[in-house]
């Protein structure tokens, strides 16, 4: 007599389905509001993120228009006047998917439902989280891969030299008097405001911890309970506020350089572009596992007008 084999199939019953899409529900919003350290470049407190080109989009085309014309002293009746005209340029930036995914296998769900405990939801945060430091990278340094810009590497800066006149002919303000260090502050924004003949006016600037910290515990002079950044920031007439940013220091890119960056937080000056926010794809079945993609798309940063910001290196 041959002995019956029963084998048990590994699949989700009604009950546990029911269950599952319910858990489901309630980690897609937890995962919305989970809070994180600050991504401040992902998370919009840097640069403001622009929606604007929708879900889909491939590619984003910005138009620049330069006035152009003259006018002069006219006599009766004259016929020759001067003309006023615009000219406009086009630019297009390809838009780049990042994508990461999450999942539990079958065994998870069914123990999380006999149990009565709720699936575990990190590991939907955890696809996010890596989502969002891959954007916030990205807005910082660009990809040179993907052809995607970011800040301090973006064509349309400008750079200021700093005078090496610190001790041991450094650039740094660790190295430099109070006085040479308010010079220094002062001369990245001027050069802003001087290269675009005051149309410019920066308003945040971006350095390392060190040197934030540098400036806010240092006397303006030996006779002065005022730091040198309350100065800097009480005489300084563009530049509002100081951001103390990891992502300034240390910089790739430069050389290995710490860096200070400033510009007009202005939608009009520039732009994170992001088409498609953050979201969850349907779960597909994998063998054993349900596996749920996640999906972001970016432009990168997108600078409109040259000149309008400026970084200095070496600080």
């Known amino acids: 007599m041959k002995t019956k084999?029963?084998?048990?199939?590994?699949?989700?019953?009604?009950?546990?389905?029911?269950?599952?899409?319910?858990?489901?529900?309630?980690?897609?919003e937890q995962t919305y509001d989970v809070k994180f350290p600050r991504l401040k470049f992902a998370e919009g407190d840097l640069i403001p993120i622009s929606f604007e080109a929708g879900a889909g989009a491939r590619s984003i085309t910005y138009e620049t228009?330069?006035?152009?014309?003259?006018?002069?002293?006219?006599?009766?009746?004259a016929d020759d006047l001067p003309r006023g005209d615009v000219k406009g340029k086009e630019t297009t930036v390809n838009v780049r998917d990042l994508g990461s995914s999450f999942g539990w296998n079958v065994r998870?769900?069914?123990?999380?439902?006999?149990?009565?405990?709720?699936?575990e939801n990190r590991k939907s945060q955890a696809a996010r989280r890596a989502m969002f430091q891959l954007l916030d990278k990205i807005a910082a340094f660009g990809d040179k891969a993907s052809g995607l810009q970011g800040l301090i590497t973006h064509p349309n800066i400008s750079e200021v030299v700093l005078p090496a006149d610190g001790t041991g002919s450094s650039t740094k303000l660790k190295d430099k008097t109070p006085d040479q260090m308010l010079r220094d502050l002062n001369a990245i924004p001027t050069a802003i405001v001087d290269n675009t003949n005051g149309v410019e006016s920066p308003d945040t600037m971006l350095m390392p911890h060190a040197q934030f910290e540098l400036i806010s515990n240092?006397?303006?002079?030996?006779?002065?309970?005022?730091?040198?950044?309350?100065?800097?920031?009480?005489?300084?007439?563009?530049?509002?506020?100081?951001?103390?940013?990891?992502?300034?220091?240390?910089?790739?890119?430069?050389?290995?350089?710490?860096?200070?960056?400033?510009?007009?937080?202005?939608?009009?000056?520039?732009?994170?572009?992001?088409?498609?926010?953050?979201?969850?794809?349907?779960?597909?079945?994998?063998?054993?596992?349900?596996?749920?993609?996640?999906?972001l798309?970016?432009?990168?940063?997108?600078?409109?007008?040259?000149?309008?910001?400026?970084?200095a290196v070496g600080a």
């Open 5 to 28: 084999h029963f084998v048990k199939t590994s699949r989700l019953d009604d009950q546990d389905s029911i269950f599952f899409e319910r858990e489901l529900e309630h980690i897609k």
């Open 65 to 77: 228009f330069t006035m152009l014309g003259v006018a002069k002293i006219i006599s009766d009746y």
């Open 108 to 119: 998870e769900i069914k123990a999380a439902r006999r149990t009565g405990k709720p699936l």
């Open 218 to 295: 240092t006397p303006r002079s030996t006779h002065s309970d005022v730091s040198v950044k309350e100065w800097f920031l009480r005489n300084n007439e563009h530049i509002k506020e100081i951001i103390p940013v990891v992502k300034m220091k240390g910089v790739e890119s430069e050389g290995g350089e710490d860096v200070i960056v400033c510009y007009e937080r202005n939608p009009q000056t520039m732009t994170l572009e992001i088409p498609d926010p953050f979201e969850i794809e349907p779960g597909e079945r994998r063998g054993l596992e349900m596996v749920f993609p996640t999906l």
């Open 297 to 311: 798309s970016t432009g990168g940063v997108i600078i409109y007008y040259p000149l309008s910001v400026a970084k």
